[in-house]
């Protein structure tokens, strides 16, 4: 099995922040990889495909890059709607989601 | 629009199983796969498997093997996922999700709303 491993697990950052999210996968997945947002009590959202491939209707200051086994998930400027947990997942190899980074207000 | 809508929360006892649907709509059916994702409370997001309406292929995590069985009924555009043997570790958010392209593993751009399903004696 693919393994995926993220960090922080919690990241403490202010609005106007740019932040950075990391996910390392245990062999390379190539750019099968995608991100989600997911705010309590509600279902996952797609953020971005193929590793950053922007999803339709996603604002731009999300962004996505790596290959192999190491991707990042950045945004750019951070809005009070960003608050949330985020998760990657691997598709390369069945299928295998990180563990999540709790993105909190400092 | 496509929608994913799931049934309602279960409450089971330790041992027995309990069936989850998954009503889709606003594409068609048989060309997207649909996966299984579970959350059990404060914990992530941990993969299930997945099912092709078109034929009914299955593939399943390891752990769930024998466990799970996720059905398919193209008449009414419904995806099922059976769990038996509840225990307690199960209790979980359920949810269904749709392969964003016409590919077995892919993202999952539409999601059901979830079904809460708790196992207690």
């Known amino acids: 099995d693919i393994q995926m491993t993220q960090s922080p697990s919690t990241l403490s950052a202010s609005v106007g922040d740019r932040v950075t999210i990391t996910c390392r996968a245990s062999q390379s997945i190539s750019r099968w990889l995608a991100w989600y947002q997911q705010k309590p009590g509600t279902a996952p959202k797609l953020l971005i495909f193929?590793?950053?491939s922007l999803e339709s209707g996603v604002p731009s200051r999300f962004s996505g890059s790596g290959s192999g086994t190491e991707f990042t998930l950045t945004i750019s400027s951070l809005q009070p709607d960003d608050f949330a947990t985020y998760y990657c997942?691997?598709?390369?190899?069945?299928?295998?989601f990180g563990q999540g980074t709790t993105l909190e207000i400092k | 629009q496509v929608h994913l809508v799931q049934s309602g929360a279960e409450v089971k006892k330790p041992g027995a199983s309990v069936r989850v649907s998954c009503k889709t709509s606003?594409?068609?059916?048989?060309?997207?796969?649909i996966h299984w994702v579970r959350q059990a409370p404060g914990q992530g997001l941990e993969w299930m498997g997945l099912i092709n309406p078109s034929g009914g292929r299955t593939d399943y995590v390891q752990k769930f093997q024998g466990r799970v069985t996720m059905t398919r009924d193209t008449s009414t555009s419904t995806v099922y996922m059976e769990v038996s043997s509840l225990r307690s570790e199960d209790t979980a958010v359920y949810y269904c999700a749709r392969v964003k392209d016409y590919y077995d593993l892919h993202s999952l751009d539409y999601w059901g709303q979830g079904t809460l399903v708790t196992v207690s004696s």
């Open positions: 193929d590793a950053s």
């Open positions: 606003g594409h068609t059916f048989t060309s997207y796969y």
């Open positions: 997942q691997q598709y390369s190899s069945s299928s295998h």
